[in-house]
């Protein structure tokens, strides 16, 4: 296979956040970044809107995504207090802030506020790494790298409470598949003697790199409306390959 051209940063914080299907009292964490958080992070660097629909499908469509696990330390479950507004007063709300609007405006806000638990991983680090798979993407690898070193919004790692760590560190790689260009990239630049090297989850999009090896997967993290929260199934590739046969 000829080398294609991947970017690859990585993403380094002391709390992370990788949202899972949502539950009312108890928010957990993934082991692995959503696609959509991905996406959604690429999307605020680059500046674009929630509202902007065609900016996300094009972010969705146009790129393929592969994510290497280097680091993931244990849960920390911390608790919020929430407001309750009665299903009378916000009948299927878009979102948490038009249902609490409606309530206050209706004077239906609940006195009662709910306890709900949020767990957090702990020393997160990932390698993301971006191709660019449709003939003419609406931003090129060079444009993307560029907004990730400068950001239009601020970036965090799942949650506003979750700051990254460390600069992204976004670097454009020709490679041959995104094993390879993980492990150019890990070669690059300074890495945690810690940090593992081996563990991988792909678009389904890459496996015509890696179709003998792994376990398919679907998650439901796949952003069909950014600004009201509607998500699809996509299929991964989930490895464990040894760092000798990586490199």
């Known amino acids: 296979m000829s080398a294609r051209s991947y970017l690859v940063y990585r993403l380094t914080a002391a709390l992370g956040s990788m949202g899972t299907l949502a539950g009312n009292e108890r928010r957990g964490s993934d082991d692995w970044?959503?696609?959509?958080?991905?996406?959604?992070m690429l999307g605020a660097a680059l500046g674009v809107h929630r509202?902007?629909?065609s900016g996300f499908a094009s972010l969705e469509s146009d790129y393929a995504i592969g994510l290497s696990r280097l680091q993931l330390g244990p849960i920390l479950t911390d608790f919020h207090t929430a407001q309750t507004v009665p299903t009378s007063a916000a009948k299927r709300p878009s979102s948490r802030s038009d249902a609490l609007a409606l309530g206050k405006a209706k004077g239906s806000l609940g006195t009662v506020t709910v306890i709900t638990h949020r767990e957090y991983h702990q020393e997160c680090m990932f390698d993301v790494a971006v191709l660019a798979i449709a003939e003419e993407p609406q931003w090129s690898l060079d444009v993307i790298r560029d907004a990730l070193l400068r950001p239009h919004f601020t970036l965090y790692f799942g949650r506003k409470a979750c700051p990254l760590d460390l600069p992204l560190g976004?670097?454009?790689?020709?490679?041959d598949d995104s094993i390879k260009a993980f492990d150019f990239y890990r070669r690059s630049i300074p890495t945690p003697s810690s940090a593992t090297s081996g563990e991988f989850l792909l678009d389904a999009r890459l496996v015509d790199e890696n179709c003998d090896q792994g376990q398919a997967i679907v998650r439901r993290d796949g952003v069909v409306d950014r600004e009201r929260w509607t998500f699809a199934d996509r299929e991964y590739l989930l490895l464990n390959v040894s760092p000798e046969d990586v490199s």
């Open 51 to 53: 509202t902007d629909r």
């Open 33 to 40: 970044p959503a696609r959509s958080a991905v996406t959604g």
């Open 170 to 175: 976004p670097r454009i790689l020709d490679a």
